[in-house]
């Protein structure tokens, strides 16, 4: 790859602030001062050092944001700002979200560059369940567990993939509940509950697949994952 796009991914600055940096000379490609932005480099087997920094490139990354309501999963709006802003400390341009929450909805988002673990957990085929926290306007009752688990219809005549809904608690306003659902229709859990009579009134996602959301990120606070976290979200054995 390009040093300068090389330099910009790993965090030395924008790409015209590294071009910069190189044309000045802090730039050596194994032990020799290069001053072409264009000088062609493999970050796996060249010894790059910025004023005798050494540069670490990862192919990869991989990061667990806890997303906050006012946020919309992609990588670009006209309206909203989006999730990858959050991600602080990341300089390239290709981290995306894996899959939707939708704007008010909270919780567990991965975000990475790696397509194909994107593709194994969003695949309908890979059934990767995904676990809510949701609060519901309404008397959650053991009739609707039964319905979303024989599956519910929506959109008229889709009928989802059986469900597991689990009431925490129900007064004769509100229920609290958790919900594992095994496709990502969208705003499915909040038509699921509208094809009920009820009205979800706060939604956060709290598993997907083996990974839970860490309680210790604040809202619109991420980290990254862990080696173990990421080899249990890999290891297509595993669906829970
Ligand atoms: N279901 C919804 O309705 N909204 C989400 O954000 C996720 C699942």
Not at 9 to 36: A, L, M, P, W
Not at 126 to 155: Q, R, S
Not at 194 to 208: D, F
Request: proline content about 2%; hydrophobic content about 35%.
């Amino acid at each position: 790859m390009r040093l300068d796009k090389l330099l910009a991914h790993c965090g030395f600055g924008t790409r015209k602030e590294v071009k910069d940096i190189i044309k000045k000379g802090y730039v050596s490609v194994n032990n020799q001062i290069v001053k072409k932005d264009k000088t062609q480099v493999d970050p796996t087997k060249d010894e790059i050092k910025v004023d005798d920094e050494k540069v670490v490139y990862e192919e990869f990354v991989y990061y667990m944001l806890n997303k906050p309501a006012g946020y919309v999963s992609a990588t670009e709006d006209a309206l909203y700002p989006t999730v990858v802003e959050l991600i602080g400390d990341y300089y390239r341009d290709d981290l995306f979200p894996v899959g939707r929450l939708d704007i008010d909805t909270e919780g567990l988002l991965i975000l990475t560059n790696d397509g194909i673990l994107a593709h194994q957990l969003l695949s309908p085929k890979n059934h990767c369940p995904k676990k809510y926290y949701a609060k519901i306007k309404g008397i959650v009752n053991e009739n609707d567990i039964k319905i979303f688990f024989d599956g519910v219809i929506i959109d008229n005549d889709y009928k989802c993939q059986s469900a597991y809904l689990k009431i925490l608690s129900s007064d004769i306003e509100n229920s609290e509940v958790e919900i594992i659902i095994y496709e990502g229709k969208f705003h499915q859990i909040k038509k699921m509950f509208k094809a009920v009579g009820k009205e979800v009134i706060y939604l956060k996602r709290i598993c997907m697949k083996n990974l839970a959301l860490d309680d210790t990120l604040t809202l619109g606070s991420y980290r990254r994952l862990t080696s173990e976290e990421l080899d249990r979200l890999k290891d297509k054995s595993v669906l829970q």
